[in-house]
């Protein structure tokens, strides 16, 4: 074996037995992104539309008793059980706990001369849920119009039909896993650097390991190879978790390929943190200078929510930012089962990134 390649792998062995010695480092690679996926994930699993409503029923009839007890049976309404009366009900509207009310009149489903039950449901709702109010009057019209149809029999001039395009779109929890993988790839890749490089520098590790033949370079390459080994690692814990029964996060593309890309992601990322820590004198640089380049990432490359959502303008300019090829390229492999030949820009993207960073990387190093 030659005499550099021992060396990388004698520094990426001695790297990866402190990582595993520091609980700290471990809370954050492996535990914290872990609370984030069950919290945002949470946040995803329910897809459905629902409305938190108030059911007020005035009239005693039989129709009326059997139409709150379908409407509390349907997971479309969360009944609140507190509201028995349109004064309660105005109280909660006011303070924004339900999004609207539903009161049946006291003539609500009689049945008048012989004929069919009738009535009026009215919504009560307040300026501040004008949309959720009219989105649940189209639901309960539709609802009645399924019920007139049955008892007043009536060819319906016109119509409206759906079809399955039969194929499985994107999910929140899809957007939600993709970008907490960024999480971690930024967590290990450049706190991990700034909070240790300053902390060796300071006692005096970096200037002992200066004096030695270790080069620069042999430093760079073995520190990047312990910290993809242990990126790997917690976030082949974070996709094994979200593919669990709790969360349902399935992977489509290929293992191998998503594998790769992720090392490209850790490789980039861990060369910010390799430039800011390996720069920084102590502590007091490095943290401000990192937060000052993690920040707009976490919120503008689609971290915690999909960049879609973003103003077009916004959505251009956060294309260029590091991790944002990074965290699309990712989803793109794992929810959409596109290989590394399909997804050029980002590959592309993400080695020019690569490149910048490590050059400056090299030239803001300094042992001490």
């Excluded at 300026?127 to 007043?152: D, H, M, P």
């Excluded at 909070?195 to 200037?207: A, E, H, I, S, T």
């Excluded at 943190?273 to 919120?299: D, R």
Aim: proline share 5%; hydrophobic share 50%.
């Amino acid at each position: 074996m030659p005499k550099w390649v021992f060396t990388i792998l004698v520094f990426a062995k001695i790297s990866i037995r402190r990582y595993f010695r520091d609980k700290v480092a471990l809370f954050f690679t492996v535990l914290f992104p872990l609370i984030f996926l069950f919290v945002f994930g949470s946040f995803s699993k329910n897809n459905d539309v629902s409305f938190h409503i108030g059911l007020v029923n005035q009239s005693h009839s039989q129709f009326s008793q059997k139409f709150v007890g379908d409407t509390k049976k349907n997971k479309m309404f969360k009944v609140d059980k507190e509201v028995d009366n349109l004064a309660t009900a105005k109280a909660k509207m006011s303070r924004s706990e339900i999004d609207a009310t539903v009161v049946l009149p006291a003539d609500f489903g009689e049945i008048k001369n012989g004929q069919n039950p009738s009535g009026q449901a009215i919504i009560y709702y307040d300026q501040n849920n004008i949309s959720a109010a009219q989105t649940l009057q189209s639901v309960l019209q539709g609802q009645f119009e399924g019920i007139n149809s049955k008892l007043v029999k009536s060819p319906a001039p016109f119509s409206v039909v759906s079809e399955s395009t039969n194929t499985q779109g994107l999910s929140k929890l899809d957007y939600t896993v993709s970008g907490l993988i960024g999480f971690s790839i930024i967590g290990l890749g450049i706190f991990g650097p700034v909070n240790y490089f300053p902390q060796m520098k300071k006692d005096g590790v970096l200037r002992r390991l200066h004096i030695t033949p270790l080069r620069v370079w042999q430093f760079f390459v073995s520190s990047v190879l312990s910290n993809a080994i242990i990126g790997l690692f917690s976030i082949g814990i974070m996709i094994a978790v979200a593919s669990s029964p709790l969360f349902h996060f399935k992977i489509i593309g290929n293992y191998f390929e998503l594998a790769t890309f992720i090392i490209l992601g850790i490789l980039t990322i861990f060369g910010i943190g390799l430039a800011i820590g390996g720069w920084a004198k102590n502590e007091n640089q490095a943290a401000p200078l990192a937060n000052i380049v993690v920040f707009p990432m976490l919120f503008l490359s689609g971290t915690f929510f999909p960049r879609f959502a973003m103003p077009e303008w916004l959505q251009h300019v956060t294309t260029f930012l590091p991790l944002t090829p990074i965290i699309d390229g990712i989803r793109m492999i794992a929810t959409e089962g596109k290989h590394l030949t399909d997804i050029g820009p980002q590959l592309g993207l993400t080695a020019i990134w690569a490149v910048i960073i490590y050059a400056i990387a090299f030239r803001a190093f300094r042992w001490e």
